[in-house]
Structures are given as C-alpha cells and as structure tokens.
C-alpha cells in the first residue's frame, strides 16, 4: 500500500490529464479503497487513535500573579521557538514560490489564534514547515490556501471525522515521505556546500546534523547562536581605521598626479576616517587612533560609521578624555543619524557623561568639517 501511494504521487503529476487533482487527495481515496475492498491488514488512523469529532468548551483560566510568574518564563521560551519556526516556515515557503512573506503579518495572526486556541483549551501552534510545503505542492500560493485549509479541517472535525479513521497509516507514511522530500531542498544544499563560505557551511552542516540527531528547536536555537556569532564576527572584520596621509609623507615614488589628489592640510591635523559599524565587537577599533606630538586637532571623519553601541560610544568618551588631556580639539565629522542620537543623548545626561567640556564637539560640530580644515 505504501509503495502504491508513494506511486501514485510521484507520478500522477507528470499526467495532464491528472494535474490539477492533488495527488495527495489521490493517494488518500486509492488506500482507502485498498483497505475496503482488498484484503490488505494495515493500521488505519481510527484503529491507533481514538477519534471524536465534538467541538471543546470555551474557558476562562483563573489568572493571577503567581499563575503568570509560573508560566512566564515557559510562555516567553515558547514564543520566541514558536516565531522562529513559523518565520522558518515562511522562509521555505517563499523559496519554493519565490515570494516574499510579511512577517508582522505573520507573527500577529499566530499571536491571535493561539490566544484564541487557549480559550479552548488548544496547545500553541506554530506555522508548519510540513504541511505548508504539502499545500505549496498541491497549488497554494496565496494566504487564501491556508484559509481553506483550516475550514475543510474544521469541516472534516464536524462532518467528515468517523471517516477519517479509515485513512490507513501507510498512506500517511507516503504522502510525509514526499513532503518531507519536497521540503529538504537538497540542491541547495548541495550548491551551498559547493559555493558558500566556509563558516557558512560550517553553521549549515552543525544545524542539519543537529536536526537529525536531535530536533528542530535544538537545531534552531543552536543554528541562530551560530549565525549571530558569525554575523558579528563579520562586521568587526569590516570595520576600520583608517589615517589620512599628509602630502610631506608621501615618497618620491608616487606619481604627481596622485600626490595632486591628496588634500593638503597642516600637520598639526591629524584625520581618521572610520568605516563599518562601531559595536563591541569592534569598539577596541577606536583604541587604535593615535595621535603625535604636533597633532592639535584630531578629526574622525563617520560618514561610513551607521551604527553606534554603548561600548563604542564608552571608547569615544575615552579617546576624548586622552584628547583633553592632550589638550587636542576632537571634532566629530559627518556623523550619521543614530550615532548622532546616540551622542546627543549622552551629551544631555550629565550623570552619564564625565566631560561636560566635550558637548560643543559632540553636539554642535557634528555634521560636517568646518572649512577651514
């Protein structure tokens, strides 16, 4: 019976004739009729479960502070894996239909049907990679598939359920084995091992393994650690320092013409150019601006700086208390929207920032070099 099903729905789509009837649905009527009619012994659905198609009750739960304290940790844990795999979810989805799914949208309606499910008495759901590759598979493309997907299940509770135990388990077994394949994307795989970096594959490989030997949430949990590691190690390689050469500096082997293109300014002005995001991860960037004996005014140019963390800003605030000391003017130049906020904040909070000296570079010359230099 298996093999008749698993049959049935590989190839019954080649057929024209037969493409718009879901395989799936196919597979579902031929085991069936294999089980009535034929004298084939297989566990159906009504003889492993026990089936009963009544509607639940509607109820209240007693809320209180210590019931919210108990169960907010397990509630919190079960959100963040529940959003993790209906965005996963989606992800499959859109690489198989090649769309882009909304994931506000997304997350909201899974919030508000499982407030409603545990009314009642449901257990939290989540969008499910395996059945939405099934109806990806069988023509679904829009959010109108899954619509109808919960009303034929709602109709199938009602009507349809005593008839649903005759579904024989084999079958089941083919239709999963199928889906199961449909979803696992091997070519990618393939062509990401191939193509992909080397720590990408790394995070590849360790997820699937993890997910083989142990489950899903595992394999997420782990593979979302990994991706953010990874992640932040790549913005810290990206972000520099950078000095501004001053034409005295430059050898006799440099064409004129390229001499010609370097601004000329008075060696009492030093000027970095910073570039990436200043984040922990590359915070000790800052500690790597020096400066020397003549330099008068250090100017950081930020125009490639997009992102500004606390940790950075804390080596900000050292590099100008070793400029004070100095007695070197630090000018901030071309500075971005939210490193800007991020200044102006700390600049107004005097009990948060030990210079108070600094807020005329920090909040008034930030936006561009004065002409002059």
Known sequence: MGAVCLAILIFMPKVKMLAKIPPSLAAVAVGILMVKLMPIQVNTIGDLYTINSSLPSFHLPKLSLEVIQKALPNAFTIAILAAIESLL???VADGMINGNHRS???LAAQGAGNVASALFGGIPAT??????AANIKNGGRTPVAGMVHAVVLFLVLLVLMPY????PMPTIAAILFIVAYNMCQWRPFVRLVKTAPKSDIAVLVITFMLTVVFDLVV???VGMVLACLLFMKRMSDETGVRNWSHTDEISDEVRDAERARMRDIPSSISVCEITGPLFFGAADQIGLISVTEKTKCLILRMRGVLALDSTAMNSLTSL???CRKKKITLIL????DQPMRVIKVLGENPGACPWDE???YFSKSLMSISSEY
């Open 89 to 91: 979810s989606c992800v």
């Open 104 to 106: 506000n949208m997304e």
């Open 127 to 132: 969008g499910a990679i395996a059945r939405t």
């Open 164 to 167: 649903a135990g005759w579904i």
């Open 219 to 221: 394999a997420i949990e």
């Open 320 to 322: 100008y208390e070793k």
């Open 333 to 336: 130049s071309h500075v971005n």
């Open 358 to 360: 600094a807020k005329k």
